[in-house]
């Protein structure tokens, strides 16, 4: 893994992605900063987010899995803004638990198409690097939102309590 680095495509939504564009040299964007140790530490911030959230959803199996699909997304190397198709079941599961808001804004998010991206590419100021990183946002917003969704208690004591 060590000679392997992540791919710093405008469309690769990912924490290491993000941290390639943003403190490395590449074709895309003017980095804010060079700092070569970015790239480790954004793995290592996506290896604890994984482990934050199986921790956190391990009494909502339904919602969980939804969670952990986009918390492995967001630690991949690479996932471009078509793999967001794979948080819709999630999406489904939060209108059917009712929160219909933040379910609509998420779905609003994924229509977004990546064009929108065009004027920011080739950029030099740190707008441009940072809005070449919008999928990644609404990779967080999904991970957010269904990680904020999950019950933090066992569902035999909801069950129990409902009778």
Known sequence: MSSRRPDGYWDNNTLPGAAARLFRDNYFVEPIATLPWAEPMAYVLAVGIIILTALRVRHDPEMGLWVLVAASLLAAS??????LVLLGPGIL?????GWTSPALLLLALQFIPPVWSEPWRHGSSVTAALMLNFYLYVLLAHWLVFLLSTSKEPRAAKKAEAS
Not at 93 to 97: C, D, F, M
Request: hydrophobic share 55%; proline share 0%.
């Open 93 to 97: 599961l939060l209108l059917a638990r």
């Open 78 to 83: 690479v996932s471009w803004h078509n793999y």
